[in-house]
């Protein structure tokens, strides 16, 4: 028997993602049309490609925008007339349709309206099966209007499958995918999900340059300026917003506490800045229906390592904002919030963190070398940023009470990082660490050469060393004759508790285990069934002198045991992998003999057991 630990040997083991787009808490699993060895020919509903560069070259690139990233087509894709069914093996149902907009690099889902029973699950796939999406479930109905969206899957066709448990269920089913969202920015993680050839492996560093859409001069959100600051870095996600009717761009934001917040409510209170929803006119649950926030996209290294990875959140109830209207000139953007309320309460995997908030002006100075003011940020809609400084000023010195903005200054010398567009909406916390701002707008100050260059050796990248956050303290005294505009105090401060300062808090810090959610009891059968639904094994059968892939798409990392066992019983390969998610793995079979062959997969809890026959 031959054991292999599947990131020490390139030979034995390659994958294929290491990138995991775990996209709005979906379950996991592998589509059923997977598991069918022939479908009739899937239709495909064919989409016009935006106009990306006539429509960019009409726009300002402005810190105070979002960071335009794509442009919508409109796909008018309905169930069932829109797609085939076809009946499995096990006589459930696959319902199948594709769209393709040719040239498109990524295509994000956009749903006017998506109604799923219990019983059927939603897939998204690209052409060549390697990215997969879901799955979605009844657990992702929105009650509110039925909008739903889904980031960005890799290529020009995106297959989008419903797998149907009984077929009283079809008059259930709801599903309008009217728009689809065509990326031409922020889509390089989708990138080694294109070929066969972009087999690479976890821990490597970023060969494909997935990373580095900001300037060079900006420093990662994991270099050691960052380090006493790590319940910040996690309190920062990146925000999808709508483009108006047009398209969709990015900010930044930061997930904030509340007094009265327990860590069995765990209220998602997210903020950032008004101006990143461009058009002024949101104030409704609905409008913020297929908003999407990115959790944890950022390098796990200061500089190399792992491609980053990140998760994602669909939908928000809007809370307050202050007012702003399309295109608002920036010496008229003081007041600049946006409060809104996530729909889910945020799983234990994304590691996140609700930051604590200073309601004072009393901000402190640093009293040691780690101590600073500090932001993170996605500039340019890049990975997490960090930009700092030792001290704060508001506009001519100004007492702060009399100001709306603090002034993050960094130096001219580049080592305190900076901001660009796709930034703002980002936080600003003291040295403490408590959140007392947001990004608004942005400049320049003093003599900074050399960083117009991007990480991929583009010119034209963006870095401000002066950013202007908007109090968070006129937030909270904020009033406008509209009543949709109001201070946030009733929200994060809903009893008028007499308070200086807001604590942080993790709302699962005292739980077990490593990193899950803890789910309800459930029967070893059913945790074994969903197991093994999330694993496919081909091609099957193969040769001796091959190899087969394992495709995984769990809900959750996971650890894996893996023994190839002959028809004597004897383990003839034993291969472990850590923090497997959605990914596809090659295992050489050694001129193993010929013959059925069982392929025991384990993570210590649960156990799938597959048959692979070598020719």
Known sequence: MSKVNLFNSFLILAFLLPFAAKAQISQGGIPESYHQKSLNEVTKHVASLPDWESFIKEESEEFNKPYLIGLFTETNINFPESGKFYTTEKNELIWKTAIHVKGAPALGMYFENLYLPKGVKLFVHNENKKHVLGAYTHENNNEIDSKFAIEAIQGETAYIELNITNSELIDEI????????????????????????????????????????????????????????????????????????????????????????????????????????NSGTWTTNTQFSQLIVRFNFEKTNCNGGPAATQRTITGANYLTRSYYYQNMPTNQLNEDFLLVELRNKIPEVYNAYHAGVRLNYNLPSPSNSNEKFIGFHHPAGDIKKIIFANNLVTWGNQNPQNSVHWILNSNTNKTEGGAAQGSSGSGLFDPKGYYIGTASTAGSYGNIQGCNVDGKGHGGAQFFNLVNYSQVQKAMTYTHSNSSYISIKSFINPNNSNVNTIEGMDCYADTDGGGDEIDPPVAIEELNENFANSIKLYPNPTSVNGYFNIKTNFRFKQDLQIKIINVEGKVVKLLEASDVEDQTFRVDLDNLKPGMHLIQITNGIQKSTHKLMIN
């Open 174 to 277: 709801q599903l309008n995918l009217d728009k689809a969202l065509v990326y031409f920015r922020a889509y390089e993680n989708t990138l080694n999900y294109a070929s066969e050839e972009d087999m690479v492996l976890i821990g490597n560093p970023d060969p494909y340059q997935l990373e580095g859409s900001s300037s060079t001069c900006m420093i990662n959100a994991n270099c050691s300026p960052g380090t006493h600051y790590e319940n910040q870095k996690r309190a920062t996600v990146q925000l999808l917003f709508s483009y108006g009717q047009q398209g969709a761009g990015l900010c930044s934001g930061t997930i904030i506490n509340s007094v009265g917040n327990t860590k069995e409510t765990c209220r998602p209170l997210l903020m950032t800045a008004s101006h990143c929803e």
